[in-house]
């Protein structure tokens, strides 16, 4: 048997997040394309306007989606005014707040599109410049407060999309000044493979990071809520426990054991960390002689190693009642 818990809402959320930044980057790319007024090949003109268009509406879909699902996540929960509010957040406020201010100009730019038709073109194009801004806070903010953000496919998205925009941009203004184009293509490239590099630099040096309960812990001592069941047979038995530590790190745990008399004859164990969904699958090593507890050894996908002891006390029907996890590395 195995665990089956799966925290949905924290990886909507993440989901979510990680597609607006991909359409916020492609959204901004066909817009450095349309300012240049050059045709792509096999790609008329109205086409890349089409989907630079539908491509901001997409955006602006995930990054709903990005924080509805933030708003009911129950590991680190937002107040609605954190939501809003910039730089309020008790979890990593700086790289938070960024993010909540590029949303917040991204909706005043999508109410300028609207009323485009009752402003001045000229006017409507100084807030649109506010998209680079958008992009930037996003870039920012995914590579501070992403969970996944050490990720090599994460970190893979966001160095192509950082050298594209980064290396577009350059481009672009060296050749609105009247620069060669070949000036402006080297330095479109220097600029994009510089800030592209910046990018896992900054990630690694882990700048700002700060939130107040812990991250797939390596060792925490938490209560254990639950059930145990236990099937006895003639000369082999099951017991099976699911639960659930809260506290300082929110695990969810599963332990199946099949036993004889004096021995354990095959064991499972598995500890899934909310809401990263790293799972520590490993055995159970030592049932307690009074029955109440046992200890186990799991290993995490990095190949850290952990040793978790779970202990209760006796009560009636399958409820653990006043049951503790504690973890600790190996």
Same mark, same amino acid.
């Given at each position: 048997?195995?665990?089956?818990?799966?925290?949905?809402?924290?990886?909507?959320?993440?989901?979510?997040?990680?597609?607006?930044?991909?359409?916020?980057?492609?959204?901004?790319?066909?817009?450095?394309?349309?300012?240049?007024?050059?045709?792509?090949?096999?790609?008329?003109?109205?086409?890349?306007?089409?989907?630079?268009?539908?491509?901001?509406?997409?955006?602006?879909?995930?990054?709903?989606?990005?924080?509805?699902?933030?708003?009911?996540?129950?590991?680190?929960?937002?107040?609605?005014?954190?939501?809003?509010?910039?730089?309020?957040?008790?979890?990593?406020?700086?790289?938070?707040?960024?993010?909540?201010?590029?949303?917040?100009?991204?909706?005043?730019?999508?109410?300028?599109?609207?009323?485009?038709?009752?402003?001045?073109?000229?006017?409507?194009?100084?807030?649109?410049?506010?998209?680079?801004?958008?992009?930037?806070?996003?870039? =920012?903010?995914?590579?501070?407060?992403?969970?996944?953000?050490?990720?090599?496919?994460?970190?893979?998205?966001?160095?192509?999309?950082?050298?594209? =925009?980064?290396?577009?941009?350059?481009?672009?203004?060296? =050749?609105?000044?009247?620069?060669?184009?070949?000036?402006?293509?080297?330095?479109?490239?220097?600029?994009?493979?510089?800030?592209?590099?910046?990018?896992?630099?900054?990630?690694?040096?882990?700048?700002?990071?700060?939130?107040?309960?812990?991250?797939?812990?390596?060792?925490?001592?938490? %209560?254990?809520?639950?059930?145990?069941?236990?099937?006895?047979?003639?000369?082999?038995?099951?017991?099976?426990?699911?639960?659930?530590?809260?506290?300082?790190?929110?695990?969810?745990?599963?332990?199946?054991?099949?036993?004889?008399?004096?021995?354990?004859?095959?064991?499972?164990?598995?500890?899934?960390?909310?809401?990263?969904?790293?799972?520590?699958?490993?055995?159970?090593?030592?049932?307690?002689?009074?029955?109440?507890?046992?200890?186990?050894?799991? %290993?995490?996908?990095?190949?850290?190693?952990?040793?978790?002891?779970?202990?209760?006390?006796?009560?009636?029907?399958?409820?653990?009642?006043?049951? =503790?996890?504690?973890?600790?590395?190996?």
């Amino acid at each position: 048997m195995h665990l089956t818990a799966n925290p949905i809402d924290w990886y909507a959320a993440r989901a979510g997040g990680i597609v607006a930044y991909v359409l916020l980057s492609a959204v901004v790319v066909a817009g450095l394309s349309l300012s240049s007024k050059r045709n792509l090949p096999h790609w008329p003109r109205f086409a890349v306007e089409d989907v630079h268009r539908f491509g901001g509406l997409l955006t602006g879909t995930f990054i709903a989606i990005h924080v509805a699902t933030i708003a009911i996540d129950a590991y680190l929960p937002f107040s609605p005014l954190s939501l809003v509010v910039p730089f309020v957040s008790t979890y990593r406020p700086l790289w938070v707040g960024t993010g909540i201010v590029a949303t917040e100009l991204l909706i005043a730019i999508a109410v300028t599109n609207r009323i485009r038709g009752e402003i001045s073109h000229r006017t409507w194009r100084r807030v649109h410049y506010l998209t680079f801004a958008v992009w930037a806070g996003a870039t =920012v903010h995914a590579v501070g407060a992403g969970t996944d953000r050490r990720t090599p496919w994460l970190l893979a998205i966001e160095i192509v999309a950082v050298g594209a =925009v980064s290396g577009l941009t350059a481009w672009r203004i060296l =050749v609105a000044r009247g620069g060669s184009p070949r000036t402006a293509r080297v330095t479109g490239a220097v600029v994009a493979v510089a800030l592209a590099a910046a990018v896992p630099a900054f990630t690694l040096a882990d700048v700002g990071v700060k939130h107040r309960r812990a991250w797939n812990a390596a060792s925490f001592t938490d %209560r254990l809520d639950g059930q145990v069941q236990r099937q006895n047979g003639v000369t082999r038995g099951i017991i099976s426990l699911a639960g659930s530590g809260s506290g300082r790190q929110r695990v969810l745990v599963r332990a199946d054991l099949l036993i004889a008399p004096s021995t354990l004859l095959a064991t499972s164990f598995q500890m899934e960390y909310l809401p990263s969904g790293a799972t520590c699958n490993g055995s159970v090593t030592r049932i307690h002689s009074d029955g109440l507890g046992f200890d186990s050894r799991c %290993r995490m996908p990095n190949g850290a190693r952990r040793r978790v002891t779970a202990t209760w006390q006796a009560g009636r029907g399958t409820t653990l009642q006043g049951g =503790v996890l504690t973890t600790q590395p190996l």
